[in-house]
């Protein structure tokens, strides 16, 4: 029998304050419970009706304001309407009744339209579009299908031998069927088209979003800006997402904020929830309040963007925040710069705004913090770190190991020598989450919950400061946190920095310290441009190394300057490390000091070492360091060729959490590594992360980086292998996952491979023929097995026009520094069906540190619907798009317009990848690669053997459709023949949707495609004909022109000018030209009045028919061969007569059909009703008959120019399927409003109203008036 449970549960592991110091310090301080603290949460978006957000420990509002700076959730409401009839006409169509008690003085409605799909969460998204195909499409549909296919058995069983017109009825039978089928699979939800009403009452601005999708307002949220009232709203029982809204540009823009994702719900709850009734699960700072500030862009999967983040300082520094949590961040090509990065020192250093961030879950490797948490000086980077009581009561582990930093914790240092991490605090949590989760509460874990957790224990000191009157600058919180964190052993000092953050003792700190002259001093320790010392590479240590380091003071912004000038500091500078030399004091006034460190890493073992010289004040050293310089130096190891350039480590013991890194010199020629990791045990398995990282100068640690988790069985192993950069170290990291129970024992090997090709990035150009590339085998014996592999075809754009101007008050800093934009348009045509990827070389791969604070670029469809979205990563956003024209607009912002005036002609790139690569031929002699014979196979390479190799230009036929010249063909070579040497060749999605580039690119330069003789003989005929006199050609080019310019008649007046005269007079001088007749019948066919000339389309459709020798048309098309020498001009003319003779049955079918759909329409009769009509009518169905039979003697009814009228003769003749399938055609040539309104029109008829109606409320979506607004 089962034990009897205990009745405690470890509530206090669930969401931690015991490890962090933030219980005691609550328990001795109640009241400094973030009371009077305002915190802006930086992320997703914040739910105000999820648990624990409503108010705070002392009746405020938790959420002040919610703010939506990625213009994701705005509205184009610049359309003003006056009601009607107490009635307005949304931008759907749909129409609004005004309820009578809206006060609306000016009687004056912006009215706009929102694709509510645009603002839900991928995840909502997802499972209403799942809800709703299961409970409003599937049942019907089903059913549908199911009558249809009864009524096609019933047929079958009950019809042998079939009639022509049995035929055609079992055809429409089969057409139902087939269109049902091909419906089920097409099925595609919109979303819902929320009407959008913005009006000012005379007080405030107010809007109301149509949730109900019918125009009942009464039922609808009459909202104000949410900072008004704390007003919010729901979209519906269904979808359960909250929103507010905020009103801009005097009604013109409006902003529905809702949550991007349950993330930042999450972290807001980490640091401020507040349950009266449920103490237990409180939040770290529960009195604080927060400015709910949404980041993260719902159309990029919340992807953060230049845009959203300088409007979220904005809102910070304007609503005066005293904290920031930022639980974002990405790698970048360099620290501490950039012009977002600018803006959050200034809201830090200007207006003592203390900036908290993730540290980034890029570990268990070196050098792997994000930005900014861990790359820009102003802001406080925090690690993650999960203890025993975590492990039981979030993670249910069936036993507590000890307190450790989790796995994926990013590391320090930054690249430029700063320590990265400056604390640490738990790394997880069960926590709030937004109610259209459908939960209360969500376990999650990452750096993303550190840092609220650390945001909120600093709220606890800043509120007991303020109660006390004692102030503060970030300088001082931040040395009161990093000298009273808790080091943990164990852990190294690049995870958790300096330690665990311990409130209690901070507070002791700030309160003991808060009277000296030093407390709200900041220092700037700079030796070059670097913020610390950082001797990575073997070269940089081959000898003692001289360091100027530079050390200046910062002085609040409010100091004053009698404080500048009474600064006089003796410093006492200390080191623990023998391996450094420097002074021993400093004096220190307002001025920037310069001291010499030396650095001997000569008797330093392999692997890693780390100091800090630290700056002490002489009058108070128990305060702690008040500034510190960190020195990494890391000795690489030297793999050897007598070694087999391998690396063995054998019985290697790992327990839970253990990590073991190597630091290798990568041998000269290297070019990939691969490991193998093979389990001892026989009785453990385990999860291990295999982590590799080198650095280069100005390029991310993602640049070179290889990441693989693995689950190793009991004896089991696994092989990897990742490109390497030879003359750079090598960090290679075997890590065992931080949960795993047990110990074990691995053997891993890692070993170099060098094959290298010159040049060392292959370009092709197609005119060349043959383009040669050497390989060279580096380091040992190697098979080369060459493979050029195309994936994809880039075209170059040109914008078609740049529009600059400036932005409005969302973005303008203090002090009026204002922003400007540029929106540049570009087009493409999509041959066919494919994938792209829109990028800007220019500008793509960077975000912080990008000069230019914001790149967006949005891609629509010839009726201007939106299909996607992406920004500064362009491989995370490939789109799916049929065949058609598409526009792309890009903006890009700055605070100067002379650095948009520069970008007016940027070019962008579309990549389209190629279904089936292509690949090119290979050879190992140039003899070979000229005749096309002997393709190179495997060849054994010794090392320092070079054998060049030799590649055939693409056969024309195999270019991709639409590629041309200035477009060209990307893709890899690979060299080595085995699966690991081809695997690290290759280009490969890697974690967090970042991208590994191939070893080694090809570019295949396109050239003009080669002349085809169009004309066959004619050039020979025309040698052979006597030349035209001059007077002939004259009067041909007159007849033309007359006859062109006859059609433009329809648009003249017609009191000016008569184009029946003018038609009479030209049939007189040429009766026998055709094209006259043809061109009649266009003109008529095209009139805006159409429908009254009927008759006379049909006369001008018989009168071209009559012109044409059918037999004569038809012996020609059956001939197999024509040896006459004028063959080719007797082809052309009879294509031209077929055309014609097609094209005007085709009209003339299409006006008997119009004819006959008229007379129904106006008879109050439906298509059904055909059987009591009239002569005249019964006539004209007999001529349709007729010249529907005809049409099929010369074409197929699936003919492009023939749909429209096999569409309309279908609709006649009562066949809706055959309809329905004619007019998706008919949708997929030209997909405009009209031809689905046709297709829903048949839906209708056929009685399948469930496709009409999710097709007619998809219309206002697929054809917005505008385009979305960026």
Same mark, same amino acid.
């Given at each position: 029998m089962a034990a009897y449970p205990d009745d405690s549960f470890p509530y206090q592991g669930l969401l931690p304050k015991k490890e962090t110091g933030a219980a005691s310090f609550l328990s001795r301080y109640p009241e400094y419970d973030g009371r009077g603290i305002l915190i802006a949460i930086l992320d997703t978006g914040v739910d105000p009706g999820a648990q624990g957000l409503q108010v705070t420990s002392d009746g405020k509002p938790k959420i002040i304001d919610i703010i939506d700076t990625t213009g994701s959730g705005d509205v184009n409401t610049s359309t003003i309407l006056k009601p009607k009839d107490g009635k307005i006409t949304g931008i759907s169509g749909r129409?609004?009744?005004?309820?009578?008690?809206?006060?609306?003085?000016?009687?004056?409605?912006?009215?706009?339209?929102?694709?509510?799909?645009?603002?839900?969460?991928?995840?909502?998204?997802?499972?209403?579009?799942?809800?709703?195909?299961?409970?409003?499409?599937?049942?019907?549909?089903?059913?549908?299908?199911?009558?249809?296919?009864?009524?096609?058995?019933?047929?079958?069983?009950?019809?042998?031998?079939?009639?022509?017109?049995?035929?055609?009825?079992?055809?429409?039978?089969?057409?139902?069927?087939?269109?049902?089928?091909?419906?089920?699979?097409?099925?595609?939800?919109?979303?819902?088209?929320?009407?959008?009403?913005?009006?000012?009452?005379?007080?405030?601005?107010?809007?109301?979003?149509?949730?109900?999708?019918?125009?009942?307002?009464?039922?609808?949220?009459?909202?104000?800006?949410?900072?008004?009232?704390?007003?919010?709203?729901?979209?519906?029982?269904?979808?359960?997402?909250?929103?507010?809204?905020?009103?801009?540009?005097?009604?013109?823009?409006?902003c529905i904020v809702a949550s991007g994702g349950a993330h930042g719900t999450h972290v807001a709850s980490i640091a401020a929830g507040f349950f009266p009734d449920d103490p237990e699960r409180n939040g770290v700072a529960p009195g604080a309040q927060i400015l709910a500030v949404k980041i993260g862009d719902t159309r990029l999967s919340t992807m953060e963007t230049g845009t959203g983040l300088i409007r979220a300082m904005i809102e910070t520094i304007k609503y005066k925040c005293d904290l920031v949590n930022y639980s974002y961040g990405e790698a970048t090509h360099w620290p501490n710069a950039g012009c977002i990065c600018e803006v959050i020192n200034d809201a830090v250093l200007k207006h003592n705004v203390i900036y908290?961030?993730?540290?980034?879950?890029?570990?268990?490797?070196?050098?792997?913090?994000?930005?900014?948490?861990?790359?820009?000086?102003?802001?406080?980077?925090?690690?993650?770190?999960?203890?025993?009581?975590?492990?039981?009561?979030?993670?249910?582990?069936?036993?507590?190991?000890?307190?450790?930093?989790?796995?994926?914790?990013?590391?320090?240092?930054?690249?430029?020598?700063?320590?990265?991490?400056?604390?640490?605090?738990?790394?997880?949590?069960?926590?709030?989450?937004?109610?259209?989760?459908?939960?209360?509460?969500?376990?999650?874990?990452?750096?993303?919950?550190?840092?609220?957790?650390?945001?909120?224990?600093?709220?606890?000191?800043?509120?007991?400061?303020?109660?006390?009157?004692i102030g503060y600058s970030v300088h001082f919180i931040r040395r009161a946190l990093e000298n009273t964190a808790m080091k943990i052993e164990d852990i190294e000092v690049f995870a958790q920095g300096h330690g665990i953050i311990q409130v209690d003792k901070a507070y002791e700190y700030l309160v003991q310290n808060s009277f000296m002259p030093t407390c709200n001093l900041g220092f700037n320790v700079f030796v070059g441009n670097q913020r610390g010392i950082y001797l990575r590479d073997l070269h940089n240590q081959a000898s003692p190394s001289d360091h100027g380091v530079a050390i200046e003071p910062v002085f609040p912004e409010y100091a004053v300057n009698s404080e500048r000038i009474s600064l006089q500091l003796h410093i006492a500078l200390t080191c623990n490390a023998s391996w450094i030399n420097c002074p021993s004091h400093l004096e220190l006034m307002n001025q920037c000091r310069h001291i010499n460190i030396?650095?001997?890493?000569?008797?330093?073992?392999?692997?890693?070492?780390?100091?800090?010289?630290?700056?002490?004040?002489?009058?108070?050293?128990?305060?702690?360091?008040?500034?510190?310089?960190p020195i990494t130096v890391t000795v690489p190891l030297r793999v050897h060729e007598t070694s087999g350039y391998e690396l063995v480590c054998s019985d290697v013991h790992f327990k839970p959490g253990q990590i073991t890194r190597h630091f290798l010199d990568v041998p000269c020629g290297a070019t990939w590594a691969e490991v193998t990791v093979s389990s001892l045990s026989s009785d453990v398995s385990s999860k291990f992360v295999l982590?590799?990282?080198?650095?280069?100068?100005?390029?991310?640690?993602?640049?070179?980086?290889?990441?693989?988790?693995?689950?190793?069985?009991?004896?089991?192993?696994?092989?990897?292998?990742?490109?390497?950069?030879?003359?750079?170290?090598?960090?290679?990291?075997?890590?065992?996952?931080?949960?795993?129970?047990?110990?074990?024992?691995?053997?891993?090997?890692?070993?170099?491979?060098?094959?290298?090709?010159?040049?060392?990035?292959?370009?092709?150009?197609a005119a060349d023929g043959i383009t040669r590339f050497d390989v060279l085998s580096t380091?040992?014996?190697?098979?080369?097995?060459?493979?050029?592999?195309?994936?994809?075809?880039?075209?170059?754009?040109?914008?078609?026009?740049?529009?600059?101007?400036?932005?409005?008050?969302?973005?303008?800093?203090?002090?009026?520094?204002?922003?400007?934009?540029?929106?540049?348009?570009?087009?493409?045509?999509?041959?066919?069906?494919?994938?792209?990827?829109?990028?800007?070389?220019?500008?793509?791969?960077?975000?912080?540190?990008?000069?230019?604070?914001?790149?967006?670029?949005?891609?629509?469809?010839?009726?201007?619907?939106?299909?996607?979205?992406?920004?500064?990563?362009? *491989?995370?956003? &490939? @789109?799916?798009?049929? !065949?058609?024209?598409? +526009?792309?607009? %890009? #903006?890009?912002?700055?605070? /100067?317009?002379?650095?948009?005036?520069?970008?007016?002609?940027?070019?962008?790139?579309?990549?389209?990848?190629?279904?089936?690569?292509?690949?090119?031929?290979?050879?190992?002699? *140039?003899?070979? &690669? @000229?005749?096309?014979? !002997?393709?190179?196979? +495997?060849?054994? %390479? #010794?090392?320092?053997?070079? /054998?060049?190799?030799?590649?055939?230009?693409?056969?024309?036929?195999?270019?991709?459709?639409?590629?041309?010249?200035?477009?060209?063909?990307?893709?890899?070579?690979?060299?080595?023949?085995?699966e690991l040497g081809k695997k690290a060749g290759q280009a490969a999605s890697k974690r967090q949707g970042k991208f590994k580039k191939d070893m080694v690119s090809v570019q295949y330069h396109l050239i003009p495609s080669p002349n085809k003789q169009k004309n066959g003989n004619k050039d020979r005929e025309k040698d052979v004909e006597k030349e035209k006199d001059v007077k002939d050609e004259f009067a041909d080019a007159l007849r033309d022109l007359?006859?062109?310019?006859?059609?433009?008649?329809?648009?003249?007046?017609?009191?000016v000018l008569d184009e029946n005269v003018f038609y009479e007079e030209l049939k007189e001088s040429y009766p026998t030209h055709l094209p006259l007749y043809v061109a009649r019948l266009h003109q008529l066919d095209n009139e805006k009045e159409r429908m009254k000339r009927m008759d006379a389309i049909v006369e001008a459709a018989d009168d071209v028919i009559s012109r044409i020798d059918q037999t004569a048309l038809a012996i020609h098309l059956a001939m197999k061969t024509d040896p006459r020498p004028e063959a080719a001009t007797v082809k052309s003319d009879m294509e031209r007569q077929k055309s014609s003779l097609i094209d005007a049955l085709c009209r003339k079918g299409c006006a008997l059909a119009d004819t006959i759909l008229q007379y129904h329409s106006q008879d109050g009769a439906?298509?059904?009703?055909?059987?009591?009509?009239?002569?005249?009518?019964?006539?004209?169905?007999?001529?349709?008959?007729?010249?529907?039979?005809?049409?099929?003697k010369w074409t197929e009814l699936t003919d492009s120019k023939v749909l429209t009228f096999a569409y309309k003769h279908a609709l006649v003749n009562k066949m809706h399927g055959r309809a329905l399938k004619f007019a998706i055609k008919l949708l997929e040539d030209k997909p405009n409003k009209e031809n689905w309104k046709n297709c829903i029109q048949v839906m209708q008829l056929l009685g399948w109203r469930h496709c009409a109606s999710f097709t007619e409320s998809s219309l206002s979506i697929m054809f917005p008036q505008e385009y979305a607004p960026f």
């Open positions: 129409t609004l009744k005004i309820p009578e008690n809206w006060i609306n003085p000016s009687e004056k409605y912006h009215v706009g339209l929102k694709n509510g799909y645009e603002i839900f969460p991928k995840a909502l998204r997802e499972r209403i579009q799942k809800e709703k195909r299961e409970k409003l499409w599937d049942p019907v549909h089903r059913n549908c299908l199911a009558e249809a296919c009864r009524k096609l058995d019933e047929f079958d069983s009950t019809h042998t031998s079939l009639s022509q017109a049995e035929k055609i009825e079992r055809e429409e039978l089969q057409t139902q069927v087939e269109m049902l089928n091909s419906m089920e699979k097409k099925y595609c939800d919109s979303g819902p088209s929320y009407d959008c009403l913005v009006w000012h009452d005379g007080e405030t601005w107010r809007a109301c979003v149509d949730t109900s999708e019918l125009g009942d307002l009464s039922n609808c949220s009459v909202l104000r800006n949410y900072s008004v009232a704390q007003e919010y709203a729901s979209l519906g029982l269904s979808e359960m997402l909250n929103y507010s809204i905020n009103v801009y540009d005097e009604g013109n823009t409006l908290v961030s993730s540290a980034g879950n890029n570990g268990p490797c070196l050098s792997t913090v994000g930005c900014p948490g861990g790359t820009t000086s102003s802001v406080i980077g925090v690690g993650a770190y999960v203890s025993p009581d975590m492990m039981v009561s979030e993670y249910s582990l069936r036993e507590k190991l000890p307190a450790n930093q989790y796995t994926w914790s990013s590391r320090g240092p930054c690249a430029d020598g700063a320590l990265g991490v400056s604390i640490s605090a738990p790394g997880g949590a069960i926590a709030s989450v937004p109610n259209w989760t459908l939960r209360g509460t969500q376990l999650m874990n990452g750096t993303s919950m550190s840092s609220p957790n650390a945001c909120g224990g600093i709220a606890l000191l800043l509120s007991g400061l303020k109660a006390n009157g030396r650095v001997n890493p000569s008797g330093l073992h392999e692997g890693v070492h780390f100091t800090e010289v630290c700056g002490y004040d002489t009058t108070a050293p128990d305060a702690g360091p008040l500034f510190r310089l982590h590799a990282v080198q650095l280069e100068k100005q390029k991310a640690y993602r640049t070179n980086e290889f990441y693989k988790f693995i689950s190793l069985l009991e004896k089991g192993s696994c092989s990897e292998a990742f490109p390497v950069l030879h003359g750079k170290t090598l960090e290679f990291c075997i890590a065992r996952w931080w949960a795993s129970l047990g110990d074990v024992s691995v053997k891993y090997t890692i070993s170099f491979h060098g094959i290298l090709c010159t040049p060392s990035q292959l370009h092709i150009n380091m040992k014996y190697e098979e080369v097995a060459p493979l050029i592999s195309l994936k994809c075809w880039i075209q170059s754009l040109r914008p078609i026009s740049a529009k600059t101007r400036p932005l409005g008050p969302r973005d303008t800093l203090p002090n009026n520094r204002q922003f400007y934009e540029i929106i540049l348009m570009y087009s493409f045509h999509q041959t066919k069906n494919g994938e792209v990827t829109v990028s800007c070389p220019l500008l793509c791969e960077l975000l912080y540190e990008s000069e230019y604070d914001s790149q967006l670029w949005m891609l629509f469809d010839q009726n201007k619907k939106l299909m996607g979205s992406g920004d500064a990563y362009p *491989h995370q956003y &490939a @789109l799916k798009l049929d !065949k058609g024209d598409y +526009t792309i607009r %890009l #903006q890009v912002r700055h605070e /100067q317009l002379s650095e948009l005036e520069r970008l007016k002609d940027l070019p962008i790139i579309v990549s389209h990848r190629i279904p089936n690569s292509l690949n090119l031929d290979v050879y190992d002699n *140039h003899g070979n &690669a @000229l005749i096309g014979k !002997k393709k190179s196979n +495997t060849l054994t %390479l #010794q090392s320092g053997c070079t /054998q060049p190799f030799f590649v055939t230009s693409l056969p024309d036929d195999k270019i991709p459709k639409g590629a041309g010249p200035g477009c060209f063909l990307s893709g890899s070579l690979t060299l080595a023949k085995s007359k006859i062109q310019w006859m059609a433009k008649y329809v648009f003249v007046p017609r009191n439906t298509s059904e009703e055909v059987d009591s009509t009239g002569d005249d009518t019964k006539d004209s169905l007999a001529n349709l008959s007729e010249t529907f039979w005809e049409i099929l």
